[in-house]
């Protein structure tokens, strides 16, 4: 087996929409792999034909050597998902979220508590053990469906969006927890998201989607440096504010986000 992910001219069809229109890649063993791209690019629909989440329309797609299409227990067996949404169960504590996924993966109920155990003060969640879902913030819902996902050992974490709406600081504790999973278990991560700053602080290599389609492929430093600007402003809850715009800043709005890129701190 080379690859920990092979897809070879992926298709997901919607009715009359291509969400993912004939993408080719590869993820290798023990690597950081990041997917970017706006809103509606494909790479959720990616992520779920990964996790066997989500039949192919056409084309190829190996996990850990197995084939997506008659190996998907298997295949479940060996990946942790941390969905886009928050679906960890409210009418369960923190502890108890872990525990309910360590029966679906059919763990010992011995092993599933160490495990918990290890998990929860690996992530910091450990006074939080007893609390409600609805009393953790949300960088710590965030942690506990990381832990979750990692419960039964997996070989490769799929994440999708894992920092989005968090503030930075959060995000930085996330990106360095997911850094040390790499390094010291041997993971293989595969992320996505909006921000070009997660991917290079995080990824070995990473790919752009657009319209379902890979529109740049490559080591995120040298696309920074090719293509993205340097400097970054966000500016949250901005709807009070007109988006201004010039010729030497790209700005986008995204809900009531703003922001700003350019090359230099100045206009
Ligand atoms: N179950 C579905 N049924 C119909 N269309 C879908 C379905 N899931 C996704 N799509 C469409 O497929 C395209 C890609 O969606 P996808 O969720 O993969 O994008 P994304 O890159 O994850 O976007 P975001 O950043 O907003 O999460 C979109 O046009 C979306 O409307
Ligand atoms: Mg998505």
Redesign the pocket.
């Known amino acids: 087996m080379n690859f920990a992910i092979e897809a070879k001219n992926l298709v997901?069809r919607?009715?009359d929409?291509a969400?993912?229109n004939d993408i080719s890649f590869i993820v290798k063993h023990g690597e950081t792999f990041a997917?970017l791209?706006?809103?509606?690019?494909?790479?959720?629909?990616?992520?779920?034909m990964i996790a066997c989440r989500?039949p192919l329309t056409t084309g190829e797609l190996s996990v850990e050597g197995l084939n997506v299409k008659n190996a998907d227990r298997r295949i479940r067996s060996l990946i942790g998902v941390v969905p886009?949404e928050n679906n960890l169960d409210p009418d369960l504590n923190v502890r108890e979220n872990l525990l309910v996924y360590s029966r679906y993966f059919r763990i010992h109920k011995e092993i599933a508590q160490t495990r918990c155990d290890e998990l929860l003060e690996f992530i910091r969640l450990k006074e939080k053990a007893n609390a409600k879902v609805e009393q953790l913030s949300g960088g710590m819902k965030r942690r506990l469906i990381i832990a979750r996902a990692l419960l039964h050992r997996p070989k490769i974490l799929l994440l999708?969006?894992p920092t989005t709406g968090l503030d930075p600081n959060v995000r930085q504790e996330i990106w360095e927890k997911l850094e040390e999973l790499r390094r010291t278990e041997n993971l293989t991560i595969v992320l996505?998201t909006?921000y070009m700053d997660e991917a290079e602080k995080l990824a070995q290599r990473l790919i752009v989607?657009a319209h379902?389609r890979i529109v740049v492929e490559g080591v995120p430093h040298e696309i920074i440096k090719d293509k993205v600007k340097k400097f970054a402003l966000e500016i949250r809850e901005a709807d009070s504010f007109n988006l201004r715009q010039t010729d030497k800043i790209l700005s986008q709005k995204r809900g009531s986000t703003h922001l700003y890129f350019a090359k230099l701190p100045k206009i």
């Open positions: 997901k919607f009715a929409i969400a993912v997917i791209g706006e809103n509606g690019a494909g790479k959720s629909t990616t992520m779920r989500s886009q999708d969006e996505s909006h989607m379902g």
